[in-house]
């Protein structure tokens, strides 16, 4: 067994037999891992809170090479983000950015940049507009996956964007000009793509800086959402417990996807 350090987040984690947890841990050096902490909920222990969700920390852990699940041996809490454990809205989102990443990840597949803007994003979320927030992260983890359209070329003859349609089937983008013939899809408004661009082409915490805020959240959401479900093929729990939580502002212009 080989004895790695790095630094974590916790995603998921579950009860295992009368003492331990297993946790599914999103790793700066080595993606997403699987990992059993022993005796950490025995009454001996001091650190049985450092599992919690969303909890920030630096672990030492060894690597079984025949096994997908691995031992943890030490942890310490970077950041438990007590901020976001105040506010039911922050919590909610928080489930939701951990419920992504665990989808959108493959076991043992490093990508320091997503790992980089999930910490970012938990560290900010509560400070602004949390939902505004969330849209950057989607778009960036889309982004950092490879999943989003190009935004500024028509996917079918290369030429530019200066209205924008969407296909349902392959999630791309086309111009006004190949639109027909390429099955269902929609158009998407000018100020959405504007959106998307300055998210990609600015740091996380800059979002809210976009103007018409208002005007292109809601599509911008039901576009990226629509996105990560075609792409990672399945439907998000915690989106059921936003709708309940978080009103949603009027005069806001939705993007409908099919069966939406």
């Not at 699987?34 to 650190?47: E, L, Y």
């Not at 950041?79 to 959108?104: H, M, N, Q, T």
């Not at 597949?109 to 602004?128: K, M, R, V």
């Not at 093929?233 to 417990?241: S, V």
């Amino acid at each position: 067994m080989t004895i790695q350090k790095t630094q974590a987040i916790v995603i998921k984690r579950s009860p295992l037999r009368e003492s331990s947890y297993l946790v599914t841990l999103y790793t700066k050096d080595f993606g997403k891992i699987r990992a059993v902490s022993k005796g950490i909920r025995s009454a001996q222990s001091g650190r049985s809170s450092h599992f919690e969700l969303f909890n920030w920390l630096e672990i030492l852990f060894y690597e079984k090479k025949r096994s997908d699940t691995f031992l943890l041996t030490e942890s310490s809490v970077v950041d438990s983000f007590p901020r976001i454990r105040k506010d039911i809205e922050c919590v909610g989102w928080a489930s939701y950015l951990l419920e992504l990443v665990d989808a959108a990840a493959e076991l043992h597949e490093p990508n320091e940049e997503l790992f980089q803007i999930l910490a970012d994003t938990l560290s900010h979320l509560g400070l602004y507009d949390s939902e505004l927030l969330v849209r950057a992260f989607e778009t960036k983890l889309l982004h950092s996956m490879g999943y989003l359209p190009d935004f500024e070329r028509c996917s079918a003859c290369n030429g530019s964007l200066t209205k924008a349609f969407f296909v349902f089937h392959d999630g791309s983008l086309v111009c006004e000009r190949c639109r027909k013939g390429i099955g269902r899809g929609r158009p998407i408004s000018q100020g959405a793509v504007k959106a998307l661009r300055f998210i990609l082409s600015h740091p996380l915490h800059k979002a809210w800086q976009l103007k018409d805020k208002g005007s292109v959240l809601s599509e911008t959401s039901s576009l990226l959402r629509y996105l990560a479900s075609m792409k990672y093929e399945r439907r998000f729990k915690t989106l059921h417990f936003l709708g309940e939580i978080v009103t949603p502002e009027k005069g806001k212009k939705s993007f409908k996807a099919p069966n939406q």
